[in-house]
């Protein structure tokens, strides 16, 4: 069973804070992750997404992958309440049988206090 | 990244009915993913819709229950027969940002279904 866990939160911070969200996932053979910005009664929108351990840098998004500790994090630097909602953090593994999928964890949300 | 356009943008039905899903994409794409996201829970995957052949059916979704159609590369739709209020949940239409299994999905706006 593949899965992808995430705190639920809420994960409150101060605006101008550093905001930093973790998951961490079960296959080893996970490839490659993403990070996902959900709005409440929105869709998720894809915020950035990493391949190879490591940091990479977006703006004011970091992701970070440790295939090693198998955990993926996402750091958010100066918080602004627009920042609030829910970050969904998703898998993919390498395939065999031709295709892949991607796995979500169940979501942290995120609250930017002004 | 691909332009999504899902149709409709809620809806609500009655039990015992069916409600069929549009999902228009601007560009080709070989692989449509239809997901559900219930209340207060994440994306779970029904299925992989591939254009020319079957759709390819997640553990516990079954072809009876959501129906795919995939008639061209642009094009899906998906059915939700028979409803039950446990059905009420936003669907979402998804592709691949780029033709690689690596590449991101990006999804449409979503159908968000409540069932009575």
Known sequence: QKE???????????????????CTYSDRGSQSFFWYRQYSGKSPELIMFIYSNGDKEDGRFTAQLNKASQYVSLLIRDSQPSDSATYLCAVNLMPFSGYSTLTFGKGTMLLVSP | SAVISQKPSRDICQRGTSLTIQCQVDSQVTMMFWYRQQPGQSLTLIATANQGSEATYESGFVIDKFPISRPNLTFSTLTVSNMSPEDSSIYLCSVREAPYFNSPLHFGNGTRLTVT
Request: a negative charge; aromatic letters at 0%; hydrophobic letters at 35%.
């Open chain 1, 4 to 22: 992808v866990e995430q705190n639920s939160g809420p994960l409150s911070v101060p605006e101008g804070a550093i905001a930093s969200l973790n």
